[in-house]
Antibody, heavy 123, light 110 residues
Framework: QVQLQESGPGLVKPSETLSLTCTVSGGSISSLSYYWSWIRQPAGKGLEWIGR???????NHNASLRSRVTMAIDTSNNQFSLKLTSVTAADTAVYYCARVGRDASNNWYIDLWGRGTLVTVSS | QTVVTQEPSFSVSPGGTVTLTCGLSSGSVSSSFYPNWFQQTPGQAPRTLMY???TRSSGVPDRFSGSILGNKAALTITGAQADDESDYYCALYMGSGIWVFGGGTKVTVL
């Protein structure tokens, strides 16, 4: 079955760039049926949608983060990535990658999640 | 800015029924927002329970049901069990690839 796994540094210094990769196994990231998303969750708080990317490289971002977010997709390695620039302590969170799909009736859904990776912003 | 609203917490007795809602700070939620519901226990990733208002994800027990109640999306747990004690989040699709999550509801079964 399809699985998602986040990877990247667990500690990032303030003002630097957070970089994460999500590896998709058991299925192709090039599938035309799915988008690939990043979602984060600060400790003790709710979920925040960051953005999504399609296999073509088309992206959509949360407006509150848009100027700091870059997403990319590597179809040859079945991976997609997130870069968040100029990080502060407020960016400390568990970061999840997730799969977003649309069924035959054009109903949108988020159906698969990675286990999440904690990124702490601290000097 | 769009805010998706959820009750902060609910308590339900074992075997009881509880309905969680997902609304908008401005406007009504309809099926056109494709409401999704997720369950999360401490230290775990969210698990998708429901999508497109009332379609259960694979393996989700039928004691979970989704609907539109008035101007909100709703998730009902009928016959609550101890392992339903979790945080529940809804997410709404705003169009143009944009999703917004609610703040979550903590459900206690006691």
């Amino acid at each position: 079955q399809v699985q998602l796994q986040e990877s990247g540094p667990g500690l990032v210094k303030p003002s630097e760039t957070l970089s994460l990769t999500c590896t998709v196994s058991g299925g192709s990231i090039s599938s035309l049926s799915y988008y690939w998303s990043w979602i984060r969750q600060p400790a003790g708080k709710g979920l925040e949608w960051i953005g999504r990317i399609f296999s073509s490289g088309t992206t959509n971002h949360n407006a509150s983060l848009r100027s700091r977010v870059t997403m990319a997709i590597d179809t040859s390695n079945n991976q997609f990535s997130l870069k968040l620039t100029s990080v502060t302590a407020a960016d400390t969170a568990v970061y999840y990658c997730a799969r977003v799909g649309r069924d035959a009736s054009n109903n949108w859904y988020i159906d698969l999640w990675g286990r999440g990776t904690l990124v702490t912003v601290s000097s | 800015q769009t805010v998706v609203t959820q009750e902060p917490s609910f308590s339900v007795s074992p075997g009881g029924t509880v309905t969680l809602t997902c609304g908008l700070s401005s406007g009504s939620v309809s099926s056109s927002f494709y409401p999704n519901w997720f369950q999360q226990t401490p230290g775990q990733a969210p698990r998708t329970l429901m999508y497109s208002t009332n379609t259960r994800s694979s393996g989700v027990p039928d004691r979970f049901s989704g609907s539109i109640l008035g101007n909100k999306a709703a998730l009902t747990i009928t016959g609550a069990q101890a392992d339903d004690e979790s945080d529940y989040y809804c997410a709404l699709y705003m169009g143009s690839g944009i999703w917004v999550f609610g703040g979550g509801t903590k459900v206690t079964v006691l």
